[in-house]
């Protein structure tokens, strides 16, 4: 018995009758929506899985092979779905420190994926990369950067559907019907005015983190005031990822800028709470995580690049020579064009490294630093350096200049 | 009324009654961002509760942070028997439930007043989630 509203799909799904594996998919949903009170279900078309094997453990491997075992006509998901990026770069996997069992769970699960109908896109930029969601468009997306960039810049709807939920979503084609898929969770509940613009990526991202410190937890929307022209969409990706690694933000509006607010009262009432944010609260944050001396690493994932990103890093690295290794992470769509366009070989040429389809902090980042000696990390991520200090490191932030500097020097001034 | 006597009504919840000891701090909850999932410990070093084993405890704490791996990683923490009691929060994210509901760990969630606040540490609790209650015992 259940207090959602169930249409005959749903009781049929339910009844069995589809097989034990949607069964059990919606049994999930089924609990999760209660603890919500959604009324019912609203159909999505695409689903973003993900699951990365340090998260797995091999009892999410084991539970995904369960799955998978299910007979064809009863496993494969019904709406195209998608996986966030993977725990590895195979032909790199060396070069990183992982180990045997590591991988093996990596097979198994992408095994596991491709039984269950998953296309292994391997991209936590797939608003970049596959096919960005529009407007009202009901979708599950998993990896908080996909979700609030889709919310907020392409007016899609989506909740954070972590792995067991997204493909819980892809295998009946419906999430339950809560949080940021009603309209009325979608109206501001703060109002943020910025004085002060970005000027580069690593400020993108530490405005984001500042305004998810203050917006504070995943029910908070804030409507943002004060940027000065219409930000770039690399610009919008790591100021949203820090946002909600920050914050667990999932939807942001920009008045004037993003799709559901052209006006301000178009999503907020008047008197809602208001903060100001002016430079000195965005080179706090970046302060924190600044700090001079000698550097392990330096690494450019979290996000994963776009080809633009890749661009303008492969121009600074010509003619340099890298002291220690720089990692930068793409996705395997953009990867191909990074090759034939030349900003591989120019950015591996300086002594760097260019990975894809993995995310750095999702490919076993404890055991890598303890395999390469790396604990001091520099990157130009806000996201990273928030996720980083639990795993062991003493993560550095700077700018993308900045980064290719310290590979070359070694060290930060 | 005594301390011991005192329910704290939830409006969210899920799973089975269990009893044990209050872990309680006003601070976050990611599984990635703030777990040494393998020590059965807190690793961050700005988390509240930093060294503190979380295992068998009854956290309570303020919210959900960080990304959606937690939703996986509770499952995985239970596998191992390294995971804690149960989940209690003022607010929480969708990941945290879904996470919940994969691994069995029971939630409580949504209260009139700053449940952080309202429990001490260590305080011996019953988590009620088919009442949607927790009770302080002791």
Known sequence: ?413 | MTVAAKVFRARQSMGRTVRGSALVAQDGFSARYDLDRLAGIFSRPTHKLAGHSYVGKILILDTAKGGVASAWMLNEMTSRGVMPLALVFNSVNPILVQGAALADLPMLAGFDEDITAAIPSGAEVEVNPSMGVLTVLK
């Open chain 1, 1 to 413: 018995m259940t207090s959602m509203t169930l249409n005959d799909e749903e009781q049929d799904i339910l009844a069995g009758k589809s097989g034990p594996v949607a069964r059990q998919a919606l049994l999930h949903q089924l609990k999760v929506g209660e603890f919500f009170g959604a009324q019912d279900f609203v159909p999505v078309t695409q689903a973003h899985v993900m699951a990365d094997t340090e998260s797995l453990g091999e009892a999410g491997v084991r539970w995904l092979e369960g799955l998978a075992a299910a007979p064809e006509h009863q496993r494969l998901v019904r709406v195209p779905t998608i996986t966030d990026p993977r725990g590895t770069d195979f032909a790199k996997a060396a070069f990183l420190g992982q180990n045997s069992a590591m991988l093996d769970l990596e097979r198994r699960t992408i095994s596991a994926f491709i039984r269950l109908g998953v296309a292994m896109t391997d991209t936590c930029i797939n608003y970049q990369t596959i096919q960005a969601p529009t407007r009202n468009e009901h979708v599950a997306f998993g990896d908080t950067g996909v979700v609030i960039y889709s919310n907020s810049v392409c007016g899609a709807r989506s909740n954070f559907e972590g792995g067991p939920s997204a493909l819980a979503a892809g295998l009946t084609a419906r999430t339950p019907r809560y949080g940021f898929h009603l309209p009325g969770q979608r109206r501001a509940t703060l109002h943020v005015h910025v004085e002060r613009t970005p000027a580069s990526l690593n400020e993108w991202g530490a405005l984001g983190g500042v305004i998810g410190r203050i917006a504070g937890n995943y029910w908070a929307v804030p409507a943002i005031e004060g940027i000065e022209a219409a930000p770039r969409s690399d610009e919008l990706k790591h100021f949203g990822a820090a946002m909600a690694s920050f914050g667990s933000v999932a939807l942001f509006h920009l008045v004037g800028l993003t799709p559901e607010a052209g006006r301000l009262c178009d999503v907020a009432q008047a008197a809602l709470p208001g903060h100001r944010v002016v430079r000195a609260d965005i080179d706090a944050l970046r302060n924190s995580y600044h700090s001079s001396g000698l550097v392990d690493v330096v690494v450019f994932s979290a996000p994963q690049l776009s080809l633009f990103e890749l661009r303008d890093l492969a121009d600074l690295c010509v003619g340099r020579r890298f002291a220690v290794p720089l990692l930068a992470v793409t996705s395997p769509q953009v990867k191909p064009d990074s090759d034939r366009l030349g900003y591989t070989s120019r950015i591996e040429e300086a002594g760097g490294t260019v990975l894809s389809g993995m995310c750095f902090y999702q490919s076993y980042a404890r055991e890598i630093a303890e395999a390469n000696g790396w604990k001091r990390l520099a990157t130009n991520s806000v996201k990273l350096v928030n996720i980083l200090g639990g795993y062991g490191y003493q993560p550095i932030l700077a700018s993308m200049e900045e980064c290719v500097d310290v590979a070359v020097s070694g060290e930060l001034a």
